[in-house]
Protein backbone atom coordinates (compact mmCIF):
# COMPACT_ATOMS: atom_id res chain seq x y z
CA UNK A 1 0.00 0.00 0.00
CA UNK A 2 2.98 2.55 -0.51
CA UNK A 3 3.63 4.09 -3.83
CA UNK A 4 2.75 7.15 -5.82
CA UNK A 5 0.12 6.46 -8.98
CA UNK A 6 -3.00 7.11 -8.38
CA UNK A 7 -6.01 4.55 -8.73
CA UNK A 8 -9.86 5.31 -8.77
CA UNK A 9 -12.49 3.11 -6.85
CA UNK A 10 -15.76 3.90 -5.71
CA UNK A 11 -17.57 1.97 -2.64
CA UNK A 12 -20.59 -0.15 -3.21
CA UNK A 13 -22.49 2.10 -0.73
CA UNK A 14 -22.63 6.08 -1.03
CA UNK A 15 -24.30 8.33 0.22
CA UNK A 16 -26.73 10.36 -2.34
CA UNK A 17 -25.20 13.44 -2.61
CA UNK A 18 -21.42 11.78 -3.85
CA UNK A 19 -23.21 9.15 -6.04
CA UNK A 20 -22.09 11.24 -9.35
CA UNK A 21 -18.93 13.46 -7.86
CA UNK A 22 -16.57 10.89 -9.50
CA UNK A 23 -14.16 8.28 -8.44
CA UNK A 24 -11.99 8.16 -4.46
CA UNK A 25 -8.41 8.73 -5.17
CA UNK A 26 -5.35 6.21 -3.69
CA UNK A 27 -3.37 8.73 -2.52
CA UNK A 28 -0.86 8.60 0.19
CA UNK A 29 -1.09 10.00 3.98
CA UNK A 30 1.08 12.75 3.20
CA UNK A 31 -1.71 14.36 1.24
CA UNK A 32 -3.92 14.26 4.08
CA UNK A 33 -1.82 14.34 7.09
CA UNK A 34 0.55 17.39 7.67
CA UNK A 35 2.94 16.25 10.38
CA UNK A 36 3.60 13.39 12.87
CA UNK A 37 5.05 14.56 15.53
CA UNK A 38 6.32 12.49 18.33
CA UNK A 39 6.75 13.41 22.08
CA UNK A 40 9.67 12.75 24.75
CA UNK A 41 10.77 9.77 26.81
CA UNK A 42 10.82 11.37 30.43
CA UNK A 43 11.44 9.79 34.31
CA UNK A 44 7.88 9.63 35.55
CA UNK A 45 6.02 7.89 38.39
CA UNK A 46 4.09 4.62 39.19
CA UNK A 47 0.89 6.00 39.21
CA UNK A 48 -1.57 7.92 36.57
CA UNK A 49 -1.58 11.94 37.30
CA UNK A 50 -4.47 13.28 38.36
CA UNK A 51 -5.69 17.29 39.14
CA UNK A 52 -3.71 19.59 37.39
CA UNK A 53 -0.51 16.92 37.52
CA UNK A 54 1.73 16.36 34.47
CA UNK A 55 1.43 13.08 32.59
CA UNK A 56 3.26 10.89 30.05
CA UNK A 57 1.20 8.41 27.94
CA UNK A 58 1.76 5.21 28.05
CA UNK A 59 2.11 3.16 24.72
CA UNK A 60 -1.11 1.22 26.30
CA UNK A 61 -2.88 4.84 25.77
CA UNK A 62 -3.86 3.37 22.15
CA UNK A 63 -3.40 -0.88 22.12
CA UNK A 64 -7.34 -1.37 22.06
CA UNK A 65 -8.31 1.25 18.94
CA UNK A 66 -9.70 3.74 21.56
CA UNK A 67 -8.16 6.45 23.40
CA UNK A 68 -8.09 5.92 27.33
CA UNK A 69 -6.08 8.99 28.86
CA UNK A 70 -5.83 6.97 32.11
CA UNK A 71 -2.73 5.27 30.87
CA UNK A 72 -0.36 7.56 31.56
CA UNK A 73 2.27 8.16 34.16
CA UNK A 74 2.60 11.19 36.79
CA UNK A 75 5.47 13.53 36.11
CA UNK A 76 6.74 15.08 39.29
CA UNK A 77 10.59 16.12 39.01
CA UNK A 78 10.78 20.11 37.75
CA UNK A 79 13.16 19.05 35.55
CA UNK A 80 11.58 16.63 34.18
CA UNK A 81 8.44 18.94 33.71
CA UNK A 82 10.57 21.37 31.75
CA UNK A 83 11.47 18.70 29.14
CA UNK A 84 8.01 17.01 28.52
CA UNK A 85 6.49 18.62 24.54
CA UNK A 86 4.02 16.94 22.26
CA UNK A 87 0.83 17.41 24.53
CA UNK A 88 -2.40 15.75 23.32
CA UNK A 89 -4.40 17.50 21.22
CA UNK A 90 -7.91 17.09 19.63
CA UNK A 91 -8.80 16.27 16.01
CA UNK A 92 -5.41 14.02 16.10
CA UNK A 93 -4.70 10.32 15.21
CA UNK A 94 -2.35 9.20 18.26
CA UNK A 95 -0.02 6.12 16.84
CA UNK A 96 2.20 3.97 18.30
CA UNK A 97 5.55 4.16 16.07
CA UNK A 98 7.49 1.47 18.54
CA UNK A 99 5.72 -1.67 20.02
CA UNK A 100 5.90 -5.23 20.36
CA UNK A 101 4.69 -7.42 17.02
CA UNK A 102 1.26 -7.00 17.86
CA UNK A 103 1.08 -3.72 18.79
CA UNK A 104 3.25 -1.65 16.64
CA UNK A 105 1.04 0.90 14.35
CA UNK A 106 -2.37 0.26 16.74
CA UNK A 107 -3.83 4.06 16.67
CA UNK A 108 -6.72 5.58 18.12
CA UNK A 109 -8.92 9.15 17.61
CA UNK A 110 -8.35 11.83 20.23
CA UNK A 111 -11.54 14.12 20.09
CA UNK A 112 -10.53 16.94 22.52
CA UNK A 113 -7.27 17.89 24.10
CA UNK A 114 -5.59 17.30 27.25
CA UNK A 115 -3.38 20.42 28.22
CA UNK A 116 -1.96 18.62 30.59
CA UNK A 117 -1.02 15.16 29.13
CA UNK A 118 2.07 14.52 26.87
CA UNK A 119 3.33 11.72 24.73
CA UNK A 120 6.03 9.79 24.85
CA UNK A 121 8.92 9.30 22.37
CA UNK A 122 7.10 6.15 20.80
CA UNK A 123 3.73 7.46 20.29
CA UNK A 124 2.96 9.81 17.08
CA UNK A 125 0.65 12.68 17.17
CA UNK A 126 -0.95 12.93 12.98
CA UNK A 127 -2.43 16.28 12.55
CA UNK A 128 -4.59 16.66 9.88
CA UNK A 129 -3.73 19.59 6.92
CA UNK A 130 -6.63 21.52 6.05
CA UNK A 131 -10.03 19.95 4.60
CA UNK A 132 -8.79 16.84 5.93
CA UNK A 133 -11.32 14.65 8.15
CA UNK A 134 -9.21 13.10 10.85
CA UNK A 135 -11.79 10.97 11.72
CA UNK A 136 -12.61 9.62 8.81
CA UNK A 137 -8.18 8.86 8.18
CA UNK A 138 -8.84 7.52 11.65
CA UNK A 139 -11.45 4.87 10.39
CA UNK A 140 -9.17 3.85 7.86
CA UNK A 141 -6.11 3.35 10.21
CA UNK A 142 -7.85 1.87 12.67
CA UNK A 143 -9.78 -0.66 10.57
CA UNK A 144 -8.52 -4.29 11.11
CA UNK A 145 -7.20 -4.17 7.57
CA UNK A 146 -5.76 -0.71 8.20
CA UNK A 147 -3.92 -1.62 11.77
CA UNK A 148 -2.69 -5.02 9.99
CA UNK A 149 -1.36 -2.81 7.23
CA UNK A 150 0.66 -0.74 9.46
CA UNK A 151 1.88 -3.47 11.16
CA UNK A 152 3.36 -4.75 7.83
CA UNK A 153 5.72 -1.63 7.95
CA UNK A 154 7.44 -2.23 11.21
CA UNK A 155 10.98 -3.34 10.95
CA UNK A 156 13.59 -3.69 13.41
CA UNK A 157 15.61 -7.32 14.18
CA UNK A 158 14.38 -7.38 17.75
CA UNK A 159 11.77 -10.06 18.58
CA UNK A 160 9.98 -8.29 21.36
CA UNK A 161 10.14 -4.55 20.06
CA UNK A 162 9.50 -3.39 16.23
CA UNK A 163 9.48 0.17 14.65
CA UNK A 164 7.84 2.16 12.01
CA UNK A 165 9.63 4.87 9.90
CA UNK A 166 7.62 8.45 9.31
CA UNK A 167 8.48 8.43 5.98
CA UNK A 168 6.66 4.74 5.91
CA UNK A 169 3.83 6.23 7.01
CA UNK A 170 3.72 9.01 5.07
CA UNK A 171 3.73 7.07 2.13
CA UNK A 172 1.04 4.67 3.24
CA UNK A 173 -1.68 4.52 0.58
CA UNK A 174 -5.00 4.53 1.81
CA UNK A 175 -8.53 5.30 -0.71
CA UNK A 176 -10.19 9.14 -0.01
CA UNK A 177 -13.13 10.53 -1.40
CA UNK A 178 -13.68 14.66 -1.22
CA UNK A 179 -12.76 16.57 2.24
CA UNK A 180 -16.75 16.67 2.04
CA UNK A 181 -17.94 13.42 1.02
CA UNK A 182 -14.90 12.18 3.80
CA UNK A 183 -16.85 14.45 6.78
CA UNK A 184 -20.18 12.94 6.28
CA UNK A 185 -18.98 9.00 6.48
CA UNK A 186 -17.26 10.30 9.46
CA UNK A 187 -20.22 11.65 11.21
CA UNK A 188 -22.43 8.48 10.40
CA UNK A 189 -19.89 6.54 11.59
CA UNK A 190 -19.30 8.69 14.88
CA UNK A 191 -22.55 8.25 15.74
CA UNK A 192 -22.30 4.64 15.80
CA UNK A 193 -19.44 4.37 17.61
CA UNK A 194 -20.96 6.92 20.51
CA UNK A 195 -23.73 4.07 20.58
CA UNK A 196 -20.95 1.86 21.02
CA UNK A 197 -19.49 3.53 23.45
CA UNK A 198 -22.84 4.07 25.59
CA UNK A 199 -23.67 0.17 25.15
CA UNK A 200 -20.03 -0.57 26.34
CA UNK A 201 -20.41 2.01 29.28
CA UNK A 202 -23.42 0.18 30.14
CA UNK A 203 -22.38 -3.16 29.83
CA UNK A 204 -18.96 -2.07 32.13
CA UNK A 205 -21.53 -1.06 34.48
CA UNK A 206 -23.74 -4.10 34.93
CA UNK A 207 -20.10 -6.31 35.20
CA UNK A 208 -19.22 -3.49 38.20
CA UNK A 209 -22.33 -4.12 40.17
CA UNK A 210 -22.59 -7.94 39.61
CA UNK A 211 -18.49 -7.72 41.21
CA UNK A 212 -19.88 -5.63 44.27
CA UNK A 213 -22.89 -7.67 45.05
CA UNK A 214 -21.18 -10.58 44.95
CA UNK A 215 -18.46 -9.18 47.56
CA UNK A 216 -22.03 -8.31 49.50
CA UNK A 217 -23.53 -11.46 48.87
CA UNK A 218 -20.91 -13.90 50.14
CA UNK A 219 -18.72 -13.69 53.19
CA UNK A 220 -15.50 -11.96 53.49
CA UNK A 221 -12.48 -14.54 54.64
CA UNK A 222 -12.54 -15.52 57.63
CA UNK A 223 -16.27 -14.56 58.75
CA UNK A 224 -19.45 -16.64 58.72
CA UNK A 225 -21.99 -14.18 57.51
CA UNK A 226 -22.54 -11.74 54.42
CA UNK A 227 -22.38 -8.10 54.87
CA UNK A 228 -25.32 -8.30 52.19
CA UNK A 229 -28.50 -10.84 53.36
CA UNK A 230 -32.00 -10.94 52.16
CA UNK A 231 -34.46 -10.00 54.62
CA UNK A 232 -36.32 -13.77 54.63
CA UNK A 233 -32.83 -15.17 55.68
CA UNK A 234 -31.58 -12.05 58.47
CA UNK A 235 -32.01 -14.40 61.34
CA UNK A 236 -31.37 -17.58 59.75
CA UNK A 237 -27.62 -17.76 61.23
CA UNK A 238 -24.32 -18.45 60.20
CA UNK A 239 -23.05 -19.99 57.49
CA UNK A 240 -21.04 -23.27 57.70
CA UNK A 241 -17.64 -23.80 55.44
CA UNK A 242 -17.66 -26.92 53.28
CA UNK A 243 -14.66 -27.91 51.25
CA UNK A 244 -15.72 -28.65 47.79
CA UNK A 245 -15.37 -32.42 47.45
CA UNK A 246 -17.81 -32.59 49.70
CA UNK A 247 -20.39 -30.82 47.88
CA UNK A 248 -19.48 -31.89 44.02
CA UNK A 249 -18.56 -35.31 42.41
CA UNK A 250 -14.87 -34.57 40.12
CA UNK A 251 -15.71 -36.64 37.39
CA UNK A 252 -12.73 -38.58 36.10
CA UNK A 253 -13.81 -39.45 32.58
CA UNK A 254 -11.69 -36.84 30.73
CA UNK A 255 -9.84 -37.79 27.53
CA UNK A 256 -8.26 -36.83 24.49
CA UNK A 257 -10.40 -37.65 21.54
CA UNK A 258 -8.57 -40.11 19.06
CA UNK A 259 -7.96 -38.21 16.50
CA UNK A 260 -5.68 -39.01 13.03
CA UNK A 261 -4.50 -36.95 10.26
CA UNK A 262 -6.11 -33.62 10.00
CA UNK A 263 -9.04 -32.67 12.53
CA UNK A 264 -12.34 -32.95 10.85
CA UNK A 265 -15.38 -30.80 13.02
CA UNK A 266 -18.19 -33.55 13.75
CA UNK A 267 -21.43 -33.18 15.77
CA UNK A 268 -20.76 -33.66 19.31
CA UNK A 269 -19.39 -31.01 21.19
CA UNK A 270 -16.05 -30.76 22.62
CA UNK A 271 -14.36 -28.80 25.40
CA UNK A 272 -11.37 -27.92 26.60
CA UNK A 273 -9.24 -25.82 29.50
CA UNK A 274 -9.21 -22.83 26.72
CA UNK A 275 -13.26 -23.21 26.80
CA UNK A 276 -13.15 -21.49 29.76
CA UNK A 277 -12.20 -17.85 28.59
CA UNK A 278 -15.12 -15.65 29.65
CA UNK A 279 -17.56 -16.07 32.66
CA UNK A 280 -20.39 -14.03 30.85
CA UNK A 281 -20.21 -16.23 27.83
CA UNK A 282 -19.72 -19.17 29.63
CA UNK A 283 -17.53 -22.60 28.06
CA UNK A 284 -16.75 -22.20 24.26
CA UNK A 285 -15.97 -24.99 21.89
CA UNK A 286 -12.97 -25.90 21.40
CA UNK A 287 -10.90 -23.30 18.99
CA UNK A 288 -9.28 -26.34 16.66
CA UNK A 289 -11.82 -29.53 17.32
CA UNK A 290 -15.10 -27.17 17.29
CA UNK A 291 -17.14 -30.77 17.28
CA UNK A 292 -15.72 -34.40 17.36
CA UNK A 293 -17.40 -36.76 15.66
CA UNK A 294 -18.53 -40.52 17.27
CA UNK A 295 -15.42 -41.98 15.94
CA UNK A 296 -13.19 -39.72 17.41
CA UNK A 297 -13.08 -40.93 20.88
CA UNK A 298 -15.51 -43.55 23.37
CA UNK A 299 -16.27 -42.04 26.26
CA UNK A 300 -18.89 -39.42 26.82
CA UNK A 301 -19.82 -37.24 29.51
CA UNK A 302 -23.16 -36.93 30.70
CA UNK A 303 -22.93 -33.94 33.37
CA UNK A 304 -23.00 -30.05 34.55
CA UNK A 305 -19.39 -28.57 34.66
CA UNK A 306 -18.85 -25.36 36.40
CA UNK A 307 -19.91 -22.17 34.68
CA UNK A 308 -21.62 -23.43 31.95
CA UNK A 309 -24.71 -26.43 32.21
CA UNK A 310 -24.01 -29.03 29.52
CA UNK A 311 -26.71 -31.84 28.57
CA UNK A 312 -26.41 -34.84 26.17
CA UNK A 313 -23.38 -36.11 24.39
CA UNK A 314 -20.14 -33.90 25.74
CA UNK A 315 -16.57 -34.69 25.31
CA UNK A 316 -14.19 -32.99 27.90
CA UNK A 317 -10.75 -33.42 27.64
CA UNK A 318 -8.00 -33.59 30.29
CA UNK A 319 -6.71 -30.21 31.41
CA UNK A 320 -10.21 -29.87 32.62
CA UNK A 321 -12.32 -30.85 35.55
CA UNK A 322 -15.84 -31.52 35.74
CA UNK A 323 -17.94 -31.08 38.72
CA UNK A 324 -21.59 -32.11 39.28
CA UNK A 325 -23.75 -31.32 41.53
CA UNK A 326 -27.30 -32.81 42.80
CA UNK A 327 -28.99 -29.45 42.93
CA UNK A 328 -29.03 -27.65 40.37
CA UNK A 329 -28.61 -23.73 42.42
CA UNK A 330 -26.10 -25.59 43.92
CA UNK A 331 -24.13 -25.45 40.79
CA UNK A 332 -25.24 -22.25 39.78
CA UNK A 333 -24.41 -21.06 43.88
CA UNK A 334 -20.92 -22.75 43.53
CA UNK A 335 -20.16 -21.38 40.17
CA UNK A 336 -20.57 -17.87 41.38
CA UNK A 337 -18.79 -17.82 44.15
CA UNK A 338 -15.71 -19.75 42.66
CA UNK A 339 -15.94 -16.70 40.10
CA UNK A 340 -15.77 -14.15 42.60
CA UNK A 341 -12.50 -15.36 44.64
CA UNK A 342 -8.63 -16.12 43.41
CA UNK A 343 -7.21 -19.04 43.65
CA UNK A 344 -4.09 -18.82 43.89
CA UNK A 345 -3.46 -20.37 46.84
CA UNK A 346 -4.55 -23.73 45.34
CA UNK A 347 -2.67 -23.55 42.60
CA UNK A 348 0.37 -25.89 42.04
CA UNK A 349 3.99 -25.28 39.70
CA UNK A 350 5.87 -22.58 38.42
CA UNK A 351 6.11 -23.25 34.52
CA UNK A 352 2.82 -24.97 33.53
CA UNK A 353 0.49 -23.86 36.93
CA UNK A 354 -2.14 -26.80 37.90
CA UNK A 355 -5.32 -27.35 39.90
CA UNK A 356 -5.17 -30.74 40.80
CA UNK A 357 -7.99 -32.71 41.94
CA UNK A 358 -6.66 -32.38 45.50
CA UNK A 359 -6.35 -29.11 45.75
CA UNK A 360 -9.64 -28.04 43.96
CA UNK A 361 -11.40 -30.67 46.27
CA UNK A 362 -9.84 -28.75 49.30
CA UNK A 363 -11.19 -25.43 48.28
CA UNK A 364 -13.46 -24.06 51.43
CA UNK A 365 -16.97 -23.25 50.20
CA UNK A 366 -19.29 -20.97 52.44
CA UNK A 367 -22.71 -22.60 52.62
CA UNK A 368 -25.94 -21.20 53.65
CA UNK A 369 -28.72 -23.19 53.90
CA UNK A 370 -30.51 -24.96 50.65
CA UNK A 371 -33.25 -22.19 50.34
CA UNK A 372 -30.58 -19.01 50.51
CA UNK A 373 -28.54 -20.79 48.01
CA UNK A 374 -31.25 -20.72 45.74
CA UNK A 375 -32.35 -17.09 46.71
CA UNK A 376 -28.61 -15.85 45.46
CA UNK A 377 -28.61 -17.96 42.45
CA UNK A 378 -31.78 -16.47 41.23
CA UNK A 379 -30.57 -13.04 41.61
CA UNK A 380 -27.25 -13.26 40.20
CA UNK A 381 -29.05 -14.97 37.12
CA UNK A 382 -31.27 -12.35 36.44
CA UNK A 383 -28.35 -10.27 36.26
CA UNK A 384 -25.81 -12.56 34.59
CA UNK A 385 -29.13 -12.60 31.67
CA UNK A 386 -28.93 -9.01 31.60
CA UNK A 387 -25.25 -8.88 30.90
CA UNK A 388 -25.56 -11.79 28.31
CA UNK A 389 -28.36 -9.63 26.56
CA UNK A 390 -26.07 -6.69 26.56
CA UNK A 391 -22.98 -8.28 25.65
CA UNK A 392 -25.04 -9.67 22.60
CA UNK A 393 -26.65 -6.06 21.87
CA UNK A 394 -23.11 -4.73 21.72
CA UNK A 395 -22.06 -7.39 19.41
CA UNK A 396 -24.72 -6.62 17.55
CA UNK A 397 -23.80 -3.40 17.22
CA UNK A 398 -19.93 -4.07 16.01
CA UNK A 399 -21.16 -6.47 13.60
CA UNK A 400 -23.17 -3.98 11.93
CA UNK A 401 -20.70 -1.44 11.64
CA UNK A 402 -18.16 -3.61 10.52
CA UNK A 403 -20.89 -4.52 7.59
CA UNK A 404 -21.57 -0.69 6.76
CA UNK A 405 -17.49 0.09 6.79
CA UNK A 406 -17.67 -2.65 4.06
CA UNK A 407 -20.54 -1.22 2.17
CA UNK A 408 -18.59 2.91 2.64
CA UNK A 409 -15.36 1.96 1.78
CA UNK A 410 -14.01 0.30 -1.33
CA UNK A 411 -12.49 -2.88 -0.83
CA UNK A 412 -8.78 -3.44 -0.51
CA UNK A 413 -8.67 -6.39 -2.58
CA UNK A 414 -10.01 -4.49 -5.52
CA UNK A 415 -7.37 -1.71 -4.83
CA UNK A 416 -4.50 -4.48 -4.67
CA UNK A 417 -6.06 -6.34 -7.96
Known amino acids: MTGSTKRGLVPKLRFPAFRDVGEWEEVPLS ?62 IIISRMNTPALVGANAYVKTSLEHLFLPDRLWAAKSKPGTSMRFVALILGSDKGRAALSKLAKGSSGSMKNITKPDVLAFLIMAPSPKEQQKIASCLTTLDDLITAQTQ ?75 VDYVKGFIFDEDLLCVSEDGANLVARTYPIAFPISGKTWVNNHAHVLRFENPCTQKFVDVYLNSIKLDDFITGMAQPKLNKAML ?43 LMQQLFPSLKEVEA
Open 202 to 276: KLDTLKTHKKGLMQQLFPAEGETLPKLRFPEFRDAGEWEERNLGRVAVNLDNRRVPITSGERVAGEIPYYGASGV
Open 31 to 92: ELVGSLDAGVSVNSGDRPATGNEIGVLKTSAVTNGIFEPQENKVVFDEVEIGRVKESVQGDT
Open 361 to 403: DSIPIPWPTDPEQQRIADCLTSLDDLITAQTQKLAALKTHKKG
